[in-house]
């Protein structure tokens, strides 16, 4: 049990970082920078800010331990669907195999993430 709560949260503060601290503190901290990562691949400025806090709100939900279970099974599905059409994104657009790798990775941290909550919740019934 102790071993699966590690595992947990090492990988949710990750995506925590990733997926919510890093797009936040550049929308606060500098925000001429927060559609860097966007507007190369074609999409409009305000898609960079919708998706800035579409990943915090989801970030959100899958740390905070009462949030529903329906509202974490969401999350956990929009920051998946994120990750997928980024790698999509960096395959059709600028095929460049880190931009279009990192991705994955996050999406695989995401994935343990969800195994390991899930081995959590299980065992608490």
Same mark, same amino acid.
């Given at each position: ?49 919708? #998706?800035?806090?579409?990943?915090? +709100? %989801?970030? *959100? $939900?899958? !740390? ?36 279009? #790798?990192?991705?994955?990775?996050? +999406? %695989?941290? *995401? $994935?343990? !993430? ?12």
């Amino acid at each position: 049990m102790k071993k699966n709560k590690i595992i947990f949260w090492i990988a949710t503060t990750i995506i925590i970082l990733w997926e919510g601290v890093m797009p936040l503190s550049t929308i606060l901290f500098s925000p001429e920078q927060a559609t860097i990562g966007t507007r190369p691949l074609g999409y409009p400025d305000y898609f960079a800010y919708a #998706l800035i806090i579409c990943k915090a +709100l %989801g970030v *959100l $939900a899958i !740390s905070v331990s009462k949030v529903p279970a329906k509202l974490r099974e969401w999350a956990y599905a929009g920051l998946t669907f994120n990750l997928i059409f980024a790698f999509i994104s960096h395959a059709c657009v600028d095929q460049n195999i880190g931009f279009m #790798l990192m991705p994955l990775v996050v +999406l %695989g941290i *995401l $994935a343990v !993430s969800y195994v390991y909550g899930n081995k959590i919740r299980a065992t608490k019934i």
